[in-house]
């Protein structure tokens, strides 16, 4: 339902930009998060970008390096991620929030999600 692709190794200081496409309810009129999980941590919230591109929320470890965005008409949101550093290495997935209230920050309410993808940063 939601299939994330792009991720790899880059050594610190590059970038790389994750896509994740949905189709039909698992993205139309739903807040989009990003989400990264590392070895041995938390799964950890990244970045969410709402459904009309009016709402964006950043980790304040991302925010000013990372960028989300979407193109609705392809089901599809990216997370841009420039001037990566080592302890930016985890599984990146994409979620799709409720189609109603207000977008958040918890993982828990995000109801569909991807099956992750590798994002390794050497030093």
């Known amino acids: 339902q939601l299939v994330e692709s792009g991720g790899g190794l880059v050594q610190a200081g590059g970038s790389l930009k994750l896509s994740c496409v949905g189709s039909?309810?698992?993205?139309?009129?739903?807040?989009m998060g990003w989400f990264r999980q590392a070895p041995g941590k938390e799964r950890e919230f990244v970045a969410l970008?709402?459904?009309?591109?009016?709402?964006?929320n950043y980790s304040h470890s991302v925010k000013g390096r990372f960028t989300v965005s979407r193109d609705n008409a392809k089901d599809t949101v990216y997370l841009q991620m420039d001037s990566l550093k080592p302890e930016d290495t985890a599984v990146y997935f994409c979620?799709?929030?409720?189609?109603?209230?207000?977008?958040?920050?918890?993982?828990?309410?995000?109801?569909?999600w991807g099956q992750g993808t590798q994002v390794t940063v050497s030093s």
């Open positions: 979620a799709a929030g409720p189609s109603f209230g207000s977008p958040t920050t918890g993982a828990a309410a995000y109801r569909y």
């Open positions: 970008l709402g459904w009309t591109g009016g709402v964006t």
């Open positions: 039909g309810d698992t993205f139309r009129r739903r807040p």
